[in-house]
């Protein structure tokens, strides 16, 4: 529960009126709001529906409230931003609990409240911090590092045994050894029925506050950096690198030994080449093999023109 005092304090805002009494418990959309709920209004023309609905505090920035004089409105550089800093204060605290169904090696060590729901499965020699909550059905195999908050959704798999093979001279496989180690660094999130490999002979690494969406693949000895945006169905093959702040849109294709740079935008359906390095904080690649946006839009012109 919190006041519109507190609101304003949590997100750098301005308060039109301080003094409004209200006891805000959620956030909400406009077509659910009541008096105890959060609303942002980022265009004119939502804010116009925000004032008009029952909405206990509204988020907006100065540019399209500063004309009003509405006792709810909190005044903020960015809505979006804002109302996603006091949805995370008003989410429940993760409750320290594991499922009866759950399976946990005795060599495991898990942290302080945490919790581990049906059907999870944590192997032996598994590390994992403190307030992690853990999805229905969530495997991680043995010997996994997890940090602090970590939230992983059901069915996802951590650590399990990489893709590579050597080829015999008969054409037959084997599997070349597949024992390095797996770690996720604290503030991650892992989609639902996501899957990252562990290292080879090495590790392969997750960055702290990286956000994984559901159905991605990680392959081994990948190292993801911090503050990743990594968007549903990418694949990203082994011992490829993506760097700090990177986004990666859905059903992304990397190749082996690619690297994507600091800050670098991959859009939707884009793919990168084995072996291909992608550099340039903000500048946004997109197609097949991926290419900076312009140079993309002016091939596909000169494609619509058949020639």
């Known amino acids: 529960m919190a006041t519109i005092a507190e609101i304003a304090e ?12 209200c006891e805000i418990r959620r956030v909400s959309a406009l077509d659910d ?15 116009e529906n925000a004032l008009q609905s029952r909405a206990g505090v509204i988020l907006a920035s100065a540019k399209i409230a500063a004309e009003h004089n509405d006792k709810r409105l909190v005044l903020v550089k960015d809505p979006r931003l804002a109302f996603s800093i006091v949805g995370d204060r008003l989410r ?8 009866p169904s759950a399976v946990i090696d005795t060599t495991a060590q898990i942290g302080e409240d ?32 997890i940090g602090d908050r970590v939230r992983i959704q059901a069915g996802a798999v951590l650590g399990a045994l990489g893709f590579g093979y050597a080829r015999r001279p008969d054409g037959s496989y084997l599997m070349f050894p597949q024992q390095g180690a797996l770690v996720i660094e604290d503030d991650v999130e892992i989609g639902a029925n996501s899957t990252i490999d562990r290292g080879a002979l090495e ?10 969406d559901n159905l991605v693949h990680i392959g081994h000895n990948c190292r993801i950096g911090r503050n990743v945006i990594i968007a549903a169905q990418t694949g990203i093959s082994g ?11 859905g059903q992304v294709g ?17 793919g990168v080449l084995s072996g291909k390095k992608l550099f340039g904080a903000g500048q946004v690649f997109w197609g097949r093999p991926a290419r900076p946006l312009k140079q993309y839009l002016r091939d596909l012109a000169r494609l619509s023109r058949g020639r």
């Open 239 to 249: 011992s490829s690198v993506v760097e700090d702040g990177a986004i990666l849109g």
């Open 33 to 47: 709001a009541d008096v105890d709920a959060v609303v942002f209004a980022s265009a004119a023309d939502a804010l």
């Open 203 to 212: 590790e392969t690494r997750i960055g702290a506050g990286t956000k994984i």
């Open 92 to 99: 429940p605290p993760v409750v320290a609990a594991i499922h």
């Open 254 to 270: 990397m190749g082996e030994h690619a690297t994507v740079g600091p800050g670098v935008i991959l859009g939707g359906g884009a």
């Open 10 to 21: 949590w997100t750098n805002g301005q308060a039109v009126s301080s003094l409004l009494e």
């Open 114 to 145: 945490t919790n581990i729901g049906p059907g999870v499965v944590i192997g032996a020699g598994v590390r994992m911090g403190n307030s992690c909550l853990i999805g229905a059905r969530v495997v991680v195999e043995p010997g996994v590092v």
